[in-house]
């Protein structure tokens, strides 16, 4: 499985190689035709997938036949890409064709949606019928409605993937649920959540939207976020599966140099692979609920494809597969997202539409989650595109009018900002022109890195430092500086740009790194381990006094213990 992963990682980055290369210099491409009529789209949002998460990539060991029909006979993206690897940024990146940057939300916690305008109200103004259903996850923890959709259906925060999932015991006893909302009014959850969230959509498509008018979907999964659950049905798919880690899991000094300190820092932490999630788990065991939980995801897609062909919809509707950011299961000693690696920002990209989107094809063109809103407007008919737009309209790339030697790219401009909630991750800029990526750090007393993404896709060789590279490391130094400005001119993070490695040499057999303060070296397993995310309040510190936790989690593998059998 190693030798597979690898194989995997390195074919993809290939693939990135192809169309990246000749970057900024390469002549303009083509226009994008225009869709002759305007076409149904379905939008399927999956939360923290990893980008060879998909069964035509694992073949054997992974089981996804619905996403790999979609393959099969649609076009697989092997260089999809977010250019914020975070829930909220990413889904606000999707949502407005906007960077971070400019949209504002920077976090997963309460940044603004003031003064935004969603992309699906620029289709309601072509004449679609639109219908939110899912995860929304932004604007200070509210699931209320928002413009731009005739149907919608959402839950505060994460969601939860049963009906009495997180709640109390006395609440459950008392015969409480989790609850959606929907078109404003309060329903409570009664199934698994993404079975019950497909059922919400099949009955719009079935019975509720206006079959006179074109639609979108935007179908949104809780799945497979944290901490990933699998209905009953699943729940043993893959017990004697054996997963294998990438090889810079390791602690090994060769796997760690050249890395950044807060790198290494990091293994022993919430997002690290010795303690994620502070449980002693280890990852290759909890891949198997993770897989498990996509496999009813895999179910949704086959009942959306049966609807279209049942209904002869499917040569007129374009369905797109992906998730909001990709997932680290061990790469570097890093799990979950956030980084500018390879495995965290980069996302399965699967699209159907037969006639119209080539069977069988790998397309090696770069989509990043800020080109779907100009695409989709072009797929709807609209000639002229907001001024709020920043990502590319890829219809011609998809539909392969436009060969990937032919589309053009502009760099690509990673940023992640700092969470009080999850400190560990420094804030960081990133750039990608041809095969060079050049990632800094903000905030933080530590090193840059450089990496030849074609000749080292798992990014093994930091090239800061190579006097071969010196120019473009100042090159590309500058054009992320540059390209970060917001549309203000103004950088939302002050900082100026860097011409040196700054002052950060010790001196030898001097002192060491500080260790971590003796609060936070805890044992594994406790039931307290979500209470140093939740927002202080004094009766968090009570709980915190009298030796209980605020809110009770336990680990994953506990919870599974309670899902019913068939």
Not at 300 to 325: C, P, Q, W
Request: glycine content about 8%; aromatic content about 12%; charged content about 20%.
């Amino acid at each position: 499985m190693a030798k597979l992963h690898t194989l995997i990682l390195g074919g993809a980055a290939c693939f990135a190689a192809m169309a990246f290369s000749g970057g900024a210099a390469r002549a303009k491409a083509p226009d994008a035709p225009e869709p002759s009529r305007p076409r149904n789209i379905i939008f399927v949002l999956v939360d923290d997938l990893r980008f060879d998460g998909m069964g035509f990539l694992q073949p054997g060991l992974l089981q996804t036949p619905n996403i790999d029909r979609m393959a099969r006979e649609g076009t697989y993206f092997p260089n999809g890409v977010t250019t914020s690897s975070l829930c909220s940024p990413s889904r606000a990146t999707i949502l407005t064709g906007m960077t971070a940057r400019n949209h504002g939300v920077v976090d997963n916690n309460n940044s603004s949606e003031d003064g935004l305008t969603f992309f699906p109200a620029y289709l309601q103004q072509a004449g679609y019928q639109t219908a939110f259903i899912g995860k929304w996850h932004m604007g200070n923890d509210t699931d209320a409605p928002r413009p731009g959709f005739n149907k919608w259906l959402s839950f505060k925060g994460q969601g939860h993937y049963y009906p009495t999932g997180d709640l109390p015991a006395a609440a459950v006893a008392a015969g409480k649920a989790n609850m959606f909302n929907v078109d404003g009014k309060e329903v409570a959850q009664t199934g698994y959540i993404t079975d019950e969230l497909t059922d919400y959509a099949m009955n719009w498509l079935e019975k509720e939207r206006d079959p006179k008018k074109p639609f979108f979907l935007y179908l949104s999964h809780k799945a497979v976020h944290s901490d990933p659950l699998p209905p009953p049905r699943y729940a043993h798919q893959y017990d004697k599966a054996k997963f294998t880690l990438p090889a810079s899991a390791e602690n090994t000094a060769e796997n760690y140099k050249g890395k950044p300190r807060w790198v290494y820092d990091q293994r022993n932490t919430w997002h690290g692979i010795d303690f994620f999630y502070n449980s002693d788990m280890k990852m290759t065991e909890y891949l198997k609920y993770y897989y498990a939980t996509l496999s009813a995801v895999d179910d949704s897609l086959g009942r959306i494809m049966a609807y279209l062909k049942k209904n002869h919809l499917e040569k007129d509707t374009l369905v797109v597969f992906t998730s909001d950011n990709g997932f680290q299961i061990g790469d570097h000693g890093l799990i979950d997202k956030r980084t500018a690696y390879e495995a965290s920002v980069r996302v399965p990209l699967v699209m159907w539409e037969p006639g119209t989107v080539p069977a069988g094809t790998v397309n090696t063109g770069r989509v990043r989650g800020l080109d779907f809103a100009p695409t989709f407007l072009s797929v709807a008919g609209v000639k002229t595109m907001p001024q709020q737009f920043e990502g590319q309209n890829a219809w011609g790339l998809i539909t392969g009018a436009q060969k990937p030697a032919q589309w053009n790219p502009s760099d690509f401009i990673y940023e992640y900002y700092w969470e009080w909630s999850f400190p560990e991750t420094p804030t960081t800029f990133a750039i990608t022109r041809g095969n060079l990526k050049y990632i800094q750090y903000h905030g933080i007393y530590d090193r840059e890195e450089l990496y030849d993404i074609g000749a080292d896709p798992t990014e093994m060789t930091n090239l800061i430092d190579d006097p071969a590279h010196l120019s473009d490391k100042i090159t590309l130094r500058a054009a992320l500086y540059t390209q970060m400005a917001n549309r203000q001119g103004k950088h939302m993070i002050p900082y100026t740009g860097r011409q040196s490695i700054g002052s950060v040499r010790r001196m030898k057999g001097g002192t060491g790194a500080a260790p971590f303060p003796d609060e936070w070296l805890v044992e594994p397993n406790r039931a307290d381990r979500m209470d140093d995310i939740i927002p202080d309040s004094p009766a968090k510190q009570a709980a915190k006094a009298a030796g209980r936790p605020f809110m009770n989690a336990p680990t994953v593998d506990e919870q599974f213990k309670q899902i019913p059998e068939k």
